[in-house]
Protein backbone atom coordinates (compact mmCIF):
# COMPACT_ATOMS: atom_id res chain seq x y z
CA UNK A 1 0.00 0.00 0.00
CA UNK A 2 1.13 3.35 -1.27
CA UNK A 3 2.18 6.18 2.10
CA UNK A 4 4.04 8.61 2.63
CA UNK A 5 5.54 7.57 5.93
CA UNK A 6 5.34 9.55 8.70
CA UNK A 7 3.34 12.61 7.03
CA UNK A 8 0.18 10.47 6.21
CA UNK A 9 -2.32 11.83 9.58
CA UNK A 10 -4.34 8.96 9.58
CA UNK A 11 -4.04 9.19 13.30
CA UNK A 12 -4.08 13.13 13.47
CA UNK A 13 -7.11 14.43 12.56
CA UNK A 14 -5.86 17.80 14.44
CA UNK A 15 -3.94 18.46 11.63
CA UNK A 16 -4.44 16.30 8.72
CA UNK A 17 -4.61 18.25 5.44
CA UNK A 18 -4.58 21.41 7.06
CA UNK A 19 -2.19 23.82 6.42
CA UNK A 20 0.30 23.15 9.10
CA UNK A 21 0.60 19.79 7.88
CA UNK A 22 2.21 20.92 4.25
CA UNK A 23 4.50 23.35 5.52
CA UNK A 24 6.36 20.52 8.62
CA UNK A 25 5.96 17.68 5.31
CA UNK A 26 8.98 15.63 4.94
CA UNK A 27 8.97 17.39 1.71
CA UNK A 28 9.14 20.82 3.15
CA UNK A 29 11.52 19.08 5.41
CA UNK A 30 13.79 18.80 2.74
CA UNK A 31 13.35 22.15 0.82
CA UNK A 32 14.13 23.84 4.40
CA UNK A 33 16.86 21.90 4.06
CA UNK A 34 18.21 22.74 0.42
CA UNK A 35 16.72 26.43 1.14
CA UNK A 36 19.40 26.66 4.09
CA UNK A 37 22.16 25.27 2.16
CA UNK A 38 21.36 28.37 -0.99
CA UNK A 39 20.91 30.83 1.71
CA UNK A 40 24.92 30.10 3.03
CA UNK A 41 25.89 29.91 -0.73
CA UNK A 42 24.60 33.34 -0.95
CA UNK A 43 26.24 35.05 1.90
CA UNK A 44 29.06 33.53 0.85
CA UNK A 45 29.43 34.35 -2.85
CA UNK A 46 28.07 37.91 -1.47
CA UNK A 47 31.47 38.32 0.60
CA UNK A 48 33.24 36.35 -2.51
CA UNK A 49 34.29 33.42 -0.53
CA UNK A 50 33.38 31.08 -2.71
CA UNK A 51 32.96 31.35 -6.19
CA UNK A 52 29.43 32.50 -8.17
CA UNK A 53 26.99 29.78 -9.06
CA UNK A 54 26.72 27.29 -6.56
CA UNK A 55 23.40 29.22 -4.68
CA UNK A 56 21.77 29.31 -8.71
CA UNK A 57 22.52 25.72 -9.25
CA UNK A 58 20.91 24.85 -6.01
CA UNK A 59 18.14 26.98 -6.63
CA UNK A 60 17.48 24.19 -9.56
CA UNK A 61 17.52 20.87 -7.81
CA UNK A 62 14.68 19.08 -7.86
CA UNK A 63 13.28 15.26 -7.65
CA UNK A 64 15.05 14.63 -4.61
CA UNK A 65 13.43 11.71 -2.30
CA UNK A 66 12.21 12.28 1.27
CA UNK A 67 11.86 8.40 1.38
CA UNK A 68 15.19 7.17 0.32
CA UNK A 69 17.14 10.27 2.09
CA UNK A 70 15.30 9.34 5.16
CA UNK A 71 16.94 5.71 4.59
CA UNK A 72 20.68 6.73 3.87
CA UNK A 73 20.45 9.18 6.84
CA UNK A 74 20.42 6.15 8.87
CA UNK A 75 24.08 5.78 8.02
CA UNK A 76 25.26 9.25 9.26
CA UNK A 77 22.08 10.02 12.04
CA UNK A 78 20.97 12.65 9.88
CA UNK A 79 19.83 13.37 6.40
CA UNK A 80 22.14 16.06 5.81
CA UNK A 81 25.19 14.31 5.23
CA UNK A 82 22.87 12.09 2.34
CA UNK A 83 21.60 15.26 0.91
CA UNK A 84 24.98 16.70 0.65
CA UNK A 85 25.74 13.65 -1.35
CA UNK A 86 23.05 14.99 -4.06
CA UNK A 87 24.05 18.56 -3.87
CA UNK A 88 27.68 18.08 -4.58
CA UNK A 89 26.65 16.52 -8.05
CA UNK A 90 25.57 19.85 -8.95
CA UNK A 91 27.25 22.20 -6.43
CA UNK A 92 30.90 21.77 -5.95
CA UNK A 93 31.15 24.59 -3.51
CA UNK A 94 27.83 24.00 -1.49
CA UNK A 95 28.33 23.61 2.60
CA UNK A 96 31.77 24.88 2.92
CA UNK A 97 32.68 25.53 6.59
CA UNK A 98 29.54 24.26 7.89
CA UNK A 99 28.95 21.59 9.91
CA UNK A 100 25.57 19.23 9.84
CA UNK A 101 24.06 20.47 12.91
CA UNK A 102 24.19 24.09 11.16
CA UNK A 103 22.04 23.31 8.30
CA UNK A 104 19.44 21.40 10.12
CA UNK A 105 18.57 23.32 13.02
CA UNK A 106 18.64 26.41 10.23
CA UNK A 107 16.19 23.87 8.49
CA UNK A 108 14.33 22.95 11.70
CA UNK A 109 13.85 27.20 12.47
CA UNK A 110 12.69 28.11 8.58
CA UNK A 111 9.81 25.26 9.16
CA UNK A 112 9.36 26.81 12.37
CA UNK A 113 9.17 30.44 10.75
CA UNK A 114 7.18 28.95 7.69
CA UNK A 115 4.27 27.12 9.66
CA UNK A 116 4.50 29.89 12.66
CA UNK A 117 3.18 32.26 9.33
CA UNK A 118 0.51 29.95 8.59
CA UNK A 119 -1.03 29.74 12.07
CA UNK A 120 -0.68 32.95 12.96
CA UNK A 121 -3.47 33.79 10.51
CA UNK A 122 -5.73 31.31 11.80
CA UNK A 123 -4.94 32.51 15.51
CA UNK A 124 -5.88 36.06 14.61
CA UNK A 125 -9.02 34.86 12.63
CA UNK A 126 -10.19 33.18 16.25
CA UNK A 127 -9.35 36.23 18.20
CA UNK A 128 -11.18 37.99 16.02
CA UNK A 129 -14.18 35.93 16.61
CA UNK A 130 -13.74 36.09 19.83
CA UNK A 131 -13.31 40.03 20.27
CA UNK A 132 -17.06 39.50 18.50
CA UNK A 133 -18.64 37.13 20.64
CA UNK A 134 -17.43 38.89 23.72
CA UNK A 135 -18.72 42.22 22.17
CA UNK A 136 -21.86 40.74 21.45
CA UNK A 137 -22.59 39.00 25.04
CA UNK A 138 -20.81 41.22 27.15
CA UNK A 139 -24.36 41.50 29.11
CA UNK A 140 -25.58 37.86 28.46
CA UNK A 141 -26.18 36.48 31.92
CA UNK A 142 -25.32 33.16 32.30
CA UNK A 143 -24.10 30.64 35.31
CA UNK A 144 -20.47 30.69 36.70
CA UNK A 145 -19.45 27.94 37.91
CA UNK A 146 -16.79 26.77 39.80
CA UNK A 147 -15.20 23.18 40.92
CA UNK A 148 -17.62 22.33 38.61
CA UNK A 149 -21.14 23.67 40.03
CA UNK A 150 -22.86 26.51 39.76
CA UNK A 151 -21.77 29.42 41.92
CA UNK A 152 -22.83 32.85 41.29
CA UNK A 153 -24.42 34.58 38.32
CA UNK A 154 -21.48 36.69 35.31
CA UNK A 155 -21.93 36.91 31.82
CA UNK A 156 -21.25 35.20 28.90
CA UNK A 157 -19.08 38.53 27.19
CA UNK A 158 -17.08 37.86 30.61
CA UNK A 159 -16.43 34.26 29.87
CA UNK A 160 -15.38 34.80 26.54
CA UNK A 161 -13.80 37.38 27.53
CA UNK A 162 -11.12 34.96 29.47
CA UNK A 163 -10.70 33.36 26.54
CA UNK A 164 -9.68 35.71 24.60
CA UNK A 165 -7.18 37.28 27.00
CA UNK A 166 -5.78 33.90 27.48
CA UNK A 167 -5.22 33.35 23.73
CA UNK A 168 -4.18 36.52 22.96
CA UNK A 169 -1.19 36.37 25.77
CA UNK A 170 -0.07 33.11 23.95
CA UNK A 171 -0.29 33.99 20.26
CA UNK A 172 1.88 37.71 21.44
CA UNK A 173 4.43 34.64 23.20
CA UNK A 174 4.25 32.83 19.76
CA UNK A 175 4.75 35.47 17.44
CA UNK A 176 7.70 37.32 19.81
CA UNK A 177 10.13 33.71 19.62
CA UNK A 178 13.55 34.83 17.75
CA UNK A 179 14.07 31.97 15.15
CA UNK A 180 18.02 32.35 14.58
CA UNK A 181 19.99 30.34 11.74
CA UNK A 182 22.65 28.20 13.37
CA UNK A 183 26.52 29.12 12.93
CA UNK A 184 29.03 27.49 14.53
CA UNK A 185 31.09 25.30 12.33
CA UNK A 186 32.81 22.04 13.82
CA UNK A 187 32.55 22.93 17.68
CA UNK A 188 30.76 26.46 17.72
CA UNK A 189 34.31 28.26 17.45
CA UNK A 190 33.21 29.36 13.36
CA UNK A 191 36.77 27.91 12.71
CA UNK A 192 35.72 26.29 9.35
CA UNK A 193 34.40 29.71 7.87
CA UNK A 194 37.44 31.48 7.66
CA UNK A 195 38.42 35.41 9.09
CA UNK A 196 35.35 36.66 7.73
CA UNK A 197 33.07 34.07 9.94
CA UNK A 198 31.02 36.85 12.00
CA UNK A 199 30.55 39.04 9.24
CA UNK A 200 29.30 36.15 7.07
CA UNK A 201 26.88 34.94 10.03
CA UNK A 202 25.13 38.09 9.38
CA UNK A 203 24.78 38.23 5.79
CA UNK A 204 23.97 34.02 6.56
CA UNK A 205 21.30 34.91 8.50
CA UNK A 206 19.78 37.91 5.99
CA UNK A 207 19.57 35.54 3.10
CA UNK A 208 17.58 32.72 5.17
CA UNK A 209 15.29 35.57 6.16
CA UNK A 210 15.92 34.78 10.09
CA UNK A 211 17.47 36.29 13.24
CA UNK A 212 21.21 36.51 13.97
CA UNK A 213 22.63 34.48 16.93
CA UNK A 214 25.10 36.20 19.69
CA UNK A 215 26.77 32.62 19.45
CA UNK A 216 26.07 29.40 18.43
CA UNK A 217 23.26 27.40 19.79
CA UNK A 218 24.39 24.29 19.35
CA UNK A 219 23.92 23.07 22.86
CA UNK A 220 22.11 26.16 23.74
CA UNK A 221 18.39 25.11 23.14
CA UNK A 222 16.95 28.57 24.01
CA UNK A 223 15.71 28.99 19.95
CA UNK A 224 13.67 25.42 20.58
CA UNK A 225 12.77 25.70 23.90
CA UNK A 226 11.44 28.88 24.02
CA UNK A 227 9.36 27.98 20.54
CA UNK A 228 8.43 25.00 22.28
CA UNK A 229 6.97 26.82 25.56
CA UNK A 230 4.96 28.89 23.07
CA UNK A 231 3.84 26.15 21.00
CA UNK A 232 1.97 24.67 23.92
CA UNK A 233 1.17 27.72 25.84
CA UNK A 234 -0.99 28.25 22.57
CA UNK A 235 -2.16 24.69 22.40
CA UNK A 236 -2.95 25.41 26.47
CA UNK A 237 -5.19 28.28 25.67
CA UNK A 238 -7.16 26.79 23.44
CA UNK A 239 -7.84 23.47 25.09
CA UNK A 240 -9.09 25.88 27.51
CA UNK A 241 -11.66 26.68 25.41
CA UNK A 242 -11.94 23.35 23.91
CA UNK A 243 -13.07 22.04 27.02
CA UNK A 244 -15.19 24.94 28.26
CA UNK A 245 -17.52 24.25 24.70
CA UNK A 246 -17.42 20.45 25.29
CA UNK A 247 -19.04 20.96 28.77
CA UNK A 248 -21.13 24.17 27.81
CA UNK A 249 -22.56 21.91 25.03
CA UNK A 250 -23.86 18.98 26.74
CA UNK A 251 -27.08 17.81 26.54
CA UNK A 252 -28.10 18.30 30.05
CA UNK A 253 -26.57 22.00 29.44
CA UNK A 254 -26.81 23.15 26.09
CA UNK A 255 -25.64 26.52 26.46
CA UNK A 256 -23.50 26.04 23.53
CA UNK A 257 -23.14 23.94 20.35
CA UNK A 258 -20.48 24.02 16.93
CA UNK A 259 -21.16 25.19 13.78
CA UNK A 260 -23.08 22.28 12.00
CA UNK A 261 -21.67 21.17 8.92
CA UNK A 262 -22.38 17.93 6.37
CA UNK A 263 -20.95 14.84 8.16
CA UNK A 264 -19.65 16.84 11.06
CA UNK A 265 -20.35 14.79 14.59
CA UNK A 266 -21.57 11.82 13.48
CA UNK A 267 -21.42 8.74 15.46
CA UNK A 268 -20.81 5.33 14.48
CA UNK A 269 -23.09 3.57 16.49
CA UNK A 270 -25.72 6.60 17.32
CA UNK A 271 -27.53 8.11 14.41
CA UNK A 272 -29.14 11.07 16.52
CA UNK A 273 -25.69 12.15 18.01
CA UNK A 274 -23.97 15.22 17.00
CA UNK A 275 -20.48 15.22 18.64
CA UNK A 276 -18.37 18.66 19.51
CA UNK A 277 -15.67 17.20 17.29
CA UNK A 278 -13.88 20.47 16.53
CA UNK A 279 -13.52 21.61 20.35
CA UNK A 280 -12.24 17.56 20.73
CA UNK A 281 -9.58 18.08 18.58
CA UNK A 282 -8.74 21.85 20.58
CA UNK A 283 -8.80 19.09 23.79
CA UNK A 284 -6.69 16.14 21.97
CA UNK A 285 -4.02 18.87 21.00
CA UNK A 286 -3.84 20.58 24.54
CA UNK A 287 -3.54 16.95 25.95
CA UNK A 288 -0.42 16.29 23.51
CA UNK A 289 1.84 19.64 23.03
CA UNK A 290 2.70 19.46 27.10
CA UNK A 291 4.01 16.10 26.77
CA UNK A 292 6.29 17.51 23.18
CA UNK A 293 7.72 20.06 25.10
CA UNK A 294 8.90 18.06 27.65
CA UNK A 295 10.99 15.98 25.04
CA UNK A 296 13.05 19.53 24.16
CA UNK A 297 13.51 20.56 28.07
CA UNK A 298 14.76 17.06 28.62
CA UNK A 299 17.19 17.31 25.56
CA UNK A 300 18.47 20.73 26.41
CA UNK A 301 18.99 19.56 30.21
CA UNK A 302 21.04 16.43 28.71
CA UNK A 303 23.07 18.76 26.04
CA UNK A 304 27.18 17.48 26.63
CA UNK A 305 29.88 20.15 25.89
CA UNK A 306 29.55 21.63 22.23
CA UNK A 307 27.91 19.17 20.09
CA UNK A 308 24.92 17.01 21.27
CA UNK A 309 24.75 12.82 20.65
CA UNK A 310 21.34 12.48 20.71
CA UNK A 311 19.24 15.06 22.29
CA UNK A 312 19.66 17.66 19.18
CA UNK A 313 18.16 14.55 16.73
CA UNK A 314 15.56 13.97 20.07
CA UNK A 315 14.28 17.08 19.21
CA UNK A 316 12.80 16.68 15.87
CA UNK A 317 9.81 14.62 15.70
CA UNK A 318 8.18 16.67 18.79
CA UNK A 319 9.40 19.72 17.41
CA UNK A 320 7.40 18.87 14.22
CA UNK A 321 4.37 17.46 15.76
CA UNK A 322 4.04 20.44 18.34
CA UNK A 323 4.25 22.72 14.86
CA UNK A 324 1.50 20.43 13.30
CA UNK A 325 -0.58 19.91 16.39
CA UNK A 326 -1.19 23.66 17.52
CA UNK A 327 -0.95 24.68 13.41
CA UNK A 328 -4.12 22.68 13.26
CA UNK A 329 -5.75 23.32 16.02
CA UNK A 330 -5.80 27.22 15.27
CA UNK A 331 -7.12 26.41 12.20
CA UNK A 332 -9.67 24.08 13.82
CA UNK A 333 -10.20 27.05 16.67
CA UNK A 334 -11.03 29.53 13.69
CA UNK A 335 -13.37 27.27 12.18
CA UNK A 336 -15.22 26.77 15.59
CA UNK A 337 -15.52 30.08 16.65
CA UNK A 338 -16.55 32.00 13.52
CA UNK A 339 -19.86 30.09 13.77
CA UNK A 340 -19.93 28.79 17.72
CA UNK A 341 -23.95 29.07 17.94
CA UNK A 342 -24.87 30.45 21.61
CA UNK A 343 -28.27 29.84 22.92
CA UNK A 344 -28.93 32.26 25.57
CA UNK A 345 -32.21 31.29 26.25
CA UNK A 346 -30.62 28.32 28.00
CA UNK A 347 -28.34 30.15 29.76
CA UNK A 348 -31.27 31.81 31.43
CA UNK A 349 -33.18 29.02 31.85
CA UNK A 350 -30.14 27.28 33.37
CA UNK A 351 -29.75 30.63 35.45
CA UNK A 352 -32.78 31.12 37.03
CA UNK A 353 -32.59 28.27 39.96
CA UNK A 354 -29.48 29.82 40.88
CA UNK A 355 -31.00 33.96 41.04
CA UNK A 356 -33.95 32.01 42.84
CA UNK A 357 -31.77 30.62 45.34
CA UNK A 358 -29.69 33.60 45.62
CA UNK A 359 -32.45 36.28 45.48
CA UNK A 360 -31.39 38.48 43.06
CA UNK A 361 -29.63 38.74 39.81
CA UNK A 362 -25.85 40.04 40.47
CA UNK A 363 -23.37 39.71 37.67
CA UNK A 364 -20.76 42.55 39.19
CA UNK A 365 -18.73 43.99 36.71
CA UNK A 366 -18.76 41.44 34.30
CA UNK A 367 -19.70 43.63 31.32
CA UNK A 368 -17.11 46.34 32.45
CA UNK A 369 -14.62 43.64 32.80
CA UNK A 370 -15.17 42.41 29.17
CA UNK A 371 -15.19 46.11 27.64
CA UNK A 372 -11.79 46.16 29.55
CA UNK A 373 -10.63 42.89 27.69
CA UNK A 374 -11.84 44.21 24.30
CA UNK A 375 -10.03 47.78 24.77
CA UNK A 376 -6.64 45.43 25.35
CA UNK A 377 -7.63 43.52 22.71
CA UNK A 378 -8.43 46.50 20.71
CA UNK A 379 -5.38 48.45 21.43
CA UNK A 380 -3.21 45.49 20.83
CA UNK A 381 -4.80 45.63 16.98
CA UNK A 382 -3.90 49.29 16.30
Known sequence: MPSDGPSD???????????????????????ALVDAEAALARAQER?????????????????????????AARGAGNPVVPLLAELRVVAEHVHEGATSQDIMD?????????????????????????AGLAAEHRATPCAGRTLGRQAVPTTFGLVVAEWLLGLLESRDRLAACVLP???????????????RALELCGAFAQEAGLAEPLLPWHTRRTPVTDLGAALGAVAAAL???????????????GELAEPAAPGRG?????????????????????????????????????????RPAGEWHAEWPPLREALRLVGGACATAAELLEGLEVASDRMAANLKPLTETLGRMDTGHAAELTDRALAHYAKRQD
Open 266 to 306: GSSAMAHKRNPVLSIMLRSAGLQVPALVSVLLTAQAGAAYQ
Open 106 to 130: TAAMLVADRTRRLTLVYLDRALEAL
Open 47 to 71: LGLIPGGTAAALAEVAGLDPVLLAE
Open 9 to 31: GLLAPVWAGTAAAAATSDAAWLQ
Open 239 to 253: GKIGTDVVLLGQSEV
Open 181 to 195: VQFGAAAGTLAGYGP
